[in-house]
Every structure is written in C-alpha cells, then in structure tokens.
C-alpha cells in the first residue's frame, strides 16, 4: 500500500512540474511577443517623428533639442550627429 501511495505522490509531482514548466513556457511566449510589438510601435512612431522632423521647420530644432536631453549613450548620440556627452553630463542624464 506504501508503495502505491508513494508512485501516485511522485507522478503527481511530475504532472505539476510539467505543467509548471509549460506555463513558464506560455510566460515566455507572451513576454517575447508583448517586446516585438513594443518594438514595432517604437519603430512606427520614430518613422512619423522622423517624416514630421521633415516636414516642419519649426519642429526640427525642438526634436534635437529633445534628442540633446535624451540620448545618453554616445553611439546613440552619434546617431544623431549629436557630440558625446562629457563624464559629468553622463551622470547628470542618468
């Protein structure tokens, strides 16, 4: 009888970790899933910031002014045309 119980108790074991691993699973998934499509919005919006900066005179000098103040690492900023930013800056920005 004590050997029925104990091979019930470990399959049950192996059933919840089983499942256990098929949910961190789907969380992986879903997680992989949620960064693309963040990824694409950031995408799009930077295409229509990039298409508005073209179009409006007015709006090109506010846009770099904003990149000034957000872009932290130097091969961003290079990006940009944006000089590296002195130790100081750096962590003022951070």
Not at 23 to 32: D, F, G, T, Y
């Amino acid at each position: 009888m004590q050997g029925t119980r104990m091979s019930k108790l470990k399959r049950l074991i192996e059933q919840r970790d089983a499942v256990s691993a098929r949910i961190k699973q789907e969380q992986n998934k879903l997680r992989a899933s949620e960064r693309r499509i963040e990824t694409r919005r950031k995408i799009l919006v930077g295409a229509a910031v990039l298409e508005w900066e073209k179009r409006d005179k007015e709006f090109s000098p506010r846009l770099m002014t904003e990149l000034r103040r957000f872009l932290v690492r130097d091969a961003d900023r290079e990006l940009f045309g944006l000089p590296p930013l002195q130790k100081k800056e750096k962590s003022d920005a951070a």
